[in-house]
């Protein structure tokens, strides 16, 4: 498994010492870094990685599982969303927390745009571009790139007066992936396009429709074989009222064609 932004390396360590996990643990922060390895470095089964996190997608074997602690919204979603599904085999799991709304109480963005967030650190205040996302965005995000959010928790700060409040995500790269991802956006245009077949044999009209044994033509639901002879292929025609249409109403039953249909 991956531990994306890791910094000192705590929670991976913990998997690796406690569960028997392997973990690759990768942080861009040369400090936090040094702390790791000064902390872990010599824990087998842990393996601490200075790098860019996309980076190392980019270059990495694909994980069983990936998770990150609060380093995620550092990260520009439009960069690292491709790289973490293309690292995450079919059937992975994705666990990571998110800021929600700051200590001062202000809630997440409904646009992908980074803002600034103080981090109070024990040197003193670090002003960060964080990205501050609400979770339907984070839960279309990760659809486009064929990441399914199975759910969302909410964790608040646990001291009375204290605002701040993370979500935690989990989500799954299916092993199968659906022909459109689910979003609340409508289809690009060439999805609504469909294809089908009309066939006219020597002896009658038949269908391969949409292969569901009762075809589908523009001339409504039909069956093929008897109860498509001509009337259908007529009512075809005046339904459609196209040159093609009183092509295929002739339905001689001569010649043998296929012609696509297109709808949406
Ligand atoms: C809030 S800290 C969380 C550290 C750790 N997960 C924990 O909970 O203790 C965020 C971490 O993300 C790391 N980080 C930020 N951007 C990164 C990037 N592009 N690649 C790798 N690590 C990154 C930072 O260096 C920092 O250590």
Known sequence: MLD???????????LVRDHGALVDAVDASAGQYERARAR???LPGLNLVLADAVEHLRAAEP???I???????YIDPHRLLPALAAALEPGGRLCFTVLHTNSHGDGPSGDVVARPEILRLAGGDVTVRMWVLAPDLWTALLAEHGLRVERVDVLDAPQPGNHASYRLFQA?????VSSRPRTGKPPV???ALGVGA?????AD???TGTGTGRGSCPAGRWSPARRCRRRSCASSARRRGSRRGRRTSGCSGRSSTTRAVSSG
């Open 63 to 65: 994980y069983d599982v």
């Open 4 to 14: 994306l932004g890791c910094g000192p390396a705590r929670h991976a360590a913990h």
């Open 198 to 202: 009309v066939l006219h044999g020597p």
């Open 67 to 73: 998770y990150s602690v609060n380093a995620v919204p």
């Open 205 to 207: 009209c038949s269908s």
């Open 189 to 191: 245009a060439h999805a």
């Open 40 to 42: 872990h470095g010599s």
């Open 172 to 176: 799954t790269r299916p092993l199968r």
